[in-house]
């Protein structure tokens, strides 16, 4: 990850931006890199994050405004918050999700009155164009990182792995145990039985889990409705939500959100 580091360090330099990378509305915020590289730290946006509303603007922008635009564009575009600051975001998909973006930023438009430097359009798609580039790269980069340290969760055989993996990113999909055997190449009876012996516990408590984590993850942001939580994770009915969800954290999902949500940094 230090090496990556080094290389937004470089391309800062060079284009006079800074540039970010984090997780987007999946509450939780870092992709692995430093506070330097995942918080927007500039003089500019500390002091609008200074003030309770901005800070709560600031943390919906980029966790509900940005994610949104970038699921119905399907590309790289132009940001400007509320502050009347833009940024340039490169977004990153996983099912259709954007669920992490490359932020280079805060310039001014033309339309915006903020007291910040411009940037020629010619430079901002020259870095567009390397940022698309490497944020796959990165991301790649990244989760093989990870892999290394996966046999740390017990789990050995590279077709569950390549499982848990899936149900991770295809949380509020409906998913069939036959499929997931099929992309195992197994029987439906060996695949529960090699699932079970790899993580201890049948494939429908594994997700269930899952999904109360990112749920609780998602809760925790100030602006979380219950029924876009049940959306992201794959709950279709509410009561059913709500006691799954109060046996494992010992409140309702309503309580939880007004007892623990919080503002986060961005």
């Avoid at 919906?60 to 119905?72: G, K």
């Avoid at 017990?154 to 569950?160: A, C, E, H, L, W």
């Avoid at 899952?210 to 602006?223: F, I, N, S, V, Y």
Wanted: charged share 35%; with cysteine.
């Amino acid at each position: 990850m230090e090496r990556m580091e080094r290389v937004l360090e470089e391309l800062e330099t060079i284009f006079n931006l800074t540039i970010l990378w984090k997780s987007v509305g999946t509450g939780k915020t870092s992709c692995g890199l430093s506070e330097r590289h995942t918080y927007h730290m500039c003089t500019f946006c500390r002091k609008i994050k200074s003030e309770g509303r901005g800070l709560r603007l600031c943390s919906e922008n980029d966790d509900v405004l940005i994610p949104r635009r970038a699921e119905a564009e399907k590309a790289s575009f132009i940001s400007t918050c509320h502050a009347g600051v833009s940024e340039l975001v490169v977004p990153l998909f996983e099912g259709g999700r954007c669920t992490e973006v490359f932020l280079a930023g805060i310039f001014r438009t033309e339309k915006s009155a903020a007291n910040v430097d411009s940037v020629e359009p010619e430079r901002l798609e020259h870095l567009r164009i390397l940022l698309e580039e490497l944020s796959r790269i990165f991301r790649d980069r990244r989760d093989s990182l990870g892999k290394e340290t996966d046999d740390a969760d017990g789990i050995r055989d590279p077709r569950i792995r390549k499982t848990v993996d899936f149900l991770e990113k295809n949380l509020s999909r409906h998913l069939r145990i036959r499929d997931l055997a099929a992309g195992c190449c197994l029987s439906e009876s060996r695949f529960l039985h090699l699932f079970r012996k790899e993580t201890g516990c049948s494939v429908l408590h594994y997700l269930t889990l899952l999904r109360l984590k990112t749920a609780r993850q998602l809760l925790e942001l100030p602006d979380a409705t219950i029924q876009d939580v049940m959306d992201r994770c794959g709950f279709r009915d509410q009561s059913r939500f709500g006691k799954l969800f109060r046996e494992w954290s010992g409140f309702t999902p309503l309580v939880y959100h007004r007892r623990f949500s919080r503002r986060r940094d961005v």
